[in-house]
């Protein structure tokens, strides 16, 4: 599976999550042992019942991709997952009962779609892509806090190293995104972390120029009084 098709299955997988009322927690989730990464989770995601390691796959869903979600899931403590494109035969489709591995299929995300849905899609995408750059439309102020947490954000590698910088759990530093989020200060929808640093560098560059640009403003109406 090359790069770019993975990294479009793993959006398409998030978005399909939350339609079906999970809570992405993380994604491009490192497993370190003693300091070591040894593996990577694409997805954490949780519901009412248990939180999930999520292997997504963006064909069919063989036997090695049912043992490796299997496999990362039991590294990371939580149940496994694999969002496919369904089963590849019979052998993954037991792999996955014996494993209780739980597996959701993509198809229905790639239905042909109307004019006037593609229209729409192709809007969402555009209106994505200048989210992940921070060219939010948004008026919010920046406060003390966010300003640290977003800095902190762009400058670290992993979002589980963002809460220990914090000393705080990596729920409550999703609570904290969330919060972001809801002001208008993040894009609503999931973010790869990857993507989420360079949006919180991009907010900040953004604010930093706007408070340039306030003095600039402020000056020239000095002198013209």
Do not use: W
Not at 97 to 118: H, Q, R, S
């Amino acid at each position: 599976m090359s790069k770019v098709k993975g990294l479009s299955a793993e959006r398409i997988a998030t978005r399909l999550l939350e339609s079906c009322g999970y809570q992405i927690l993380s994604t491009n989730f490192d497993i370190m042992d003693n300091g070591e990464k040894v593996a990577e989770i694409d997805i954490i995601a949780e519901n009412d019942d248990a939180t999930y390691a999520v292997e997504v796959k963006a064909g069919l869903g063989d036997v090695n991709a049912i043992r490796q979600a299997f496999g990362n899931a039991k590294l990371a403590g939580y149940k496994p997952m694999l969002v496919c494109k369904g089963y590849s035969d019979e052998s993954a489709k037991i792999a996955a009962e014996k494993l209780d591995v739980t597996v959701i299929g993509l198809n229905e995300y790639y239905l042909l779609l109307e004019p006037e849905e593609l229209e729409h899609i192709v809007k969402r995408c555009v209106e994505e892509v200048f989210e992940t750059h921070g060219f939010l439309p948004y008026t919010v102020e920046l406060q003390e806090k966010d300003k640290i947490l977003l800095q902190l954000i762009s400058t670290s590698f992993r979002f589980k190293e963002v809460a220990e910088k914090l000393t705080i759990s990596e729920k409550a530093l999703g609570k904290e995104i969330k919060d972001l989020t809801k002001r208008g200060i993040l894009p609503k929808r999931s973010l790869s972390f990857r993507d989420l640093k360079q949006c919180a560098a991009s907010v900040l560059s953004r604010h930093v120029l706007f408070e340039k640009l306030d003095r600039i403003e402020q000056l020239l109406s000095k002198q013209q009084n």
